[in-house]
């Protein structure tokens, strides 16, 4: 299995932070963002990374993280030249796929849980992680029918359920036919969660529950809350030596 990290986009809820500079190059805590999704796929025993970024920041992602050799792994670069959604950005992963299986994580998100089982129990089709919060308005939301998940709605105002669907999916290679197949939205973009709604469709969606810390770091709150977790972390392990 590959592991593909998307870091493209404006970071306009994070401006003007993020006026000179991408949003996952911004610092949690004591670390830029992009190290977070990095380890989360390091941890989960995948050394094969894609990073794909926007045109403007493209060369501070490899002066950063060069080729990976400091790190164990192996860093590829691509670039999404306009804002054309996630699913957009994905479909550019499919010749670093190479028909592999992908696990794929947006950059701003930061995970507690490892994800290393589910690599290894990993056969086909789909499978997307959730997490029950309180403002479920803001993300993708799951509607589940016994304990099965039937359907994402994007940022409902009236969510059937408050369970996000966080930014880690797993995919087969046949994720590349469906994004060719897509339509845009109403913002003119590809949505991954008309992805993972044809994987539903066809039966083969896999959803689980996360068990440990997750955010999103796309806001001001969600950024400050995410450093204050890592903080903790980093404090706790500090006591521990």
């Known amino acids: ?8 986009g404006k970071g306009t809820r994070l401006f003007p932070l993020t006026k000179t500079t991408n949003k996952h190059l911004l610092p949690i805590y004591n670390k830029q963002m992009i190290f977070y999704p990095i380890n989360t796929l390091k941890k989960a025993g995948i050394k094969d990374i894609l990073i794909v970024s926007g045109r403007h920041h493209a060369g501070h992602f490899l002066e950063l993280l060069g080729r990976g050799e400091e790190l164990g792994l192996n860093f590829s670069y691509t670039i999404q030249e306009e804002e ?10 499919e010749d670093f796929a190479d028909n592999d299986n992908i696990m794929v994580i947006l950059g701003d998100n930061i995970y507690e849980d490892n ?5 290894e129990s990993f056969k086909g ?10 403002d479920p308005q803001r993300f993708g939301v799951a509607e589940l029918k016994d ?22 999916y797993f995919y ?7 994004i060719k197949t897509l339509k845009p939205s109403q913002r003119n973009e590809l949505e991954i969660g008309d992805v993972d709604n044809r ?29 204050r977790f890592i903080r903790k972390k980093h404090m706790e392990k500090k006591r521990m030596i």
Do not use: C
């Open 1 to 8: 299995m590959k592991g593909v990290i998307l870091a493209g």
């Open 84 to 93: 054309g959604g996630i699913a957009q950005a994905l479909a550019l992963a």
């Open 115 to 119: 994800f290393k089982e589910h690599v």
């Open 125 to 134: 089709g789909a499978r997307v992680f959730l997490k029950k919060v309180p």
């Open 147 to 168: 304990g099965k998940i039937i359907n994402i709605e994007e940022k409902p105002r009236f969510p059937k359920s408050d369970y996000a669907v966080t930014g880690l």
């Open 172 to 178: 087969d290679p046949e994720v590349f036919k469906i």
């Open 199 to 227: 994987y539903i469709l066809n039966g083969k969606m896999d959803a689980r529950f996360l068990n440990g810390f997750w955010t999103d770091a796309g806001t001001f709150e969600s950024l400050h809350q995410a450093s």
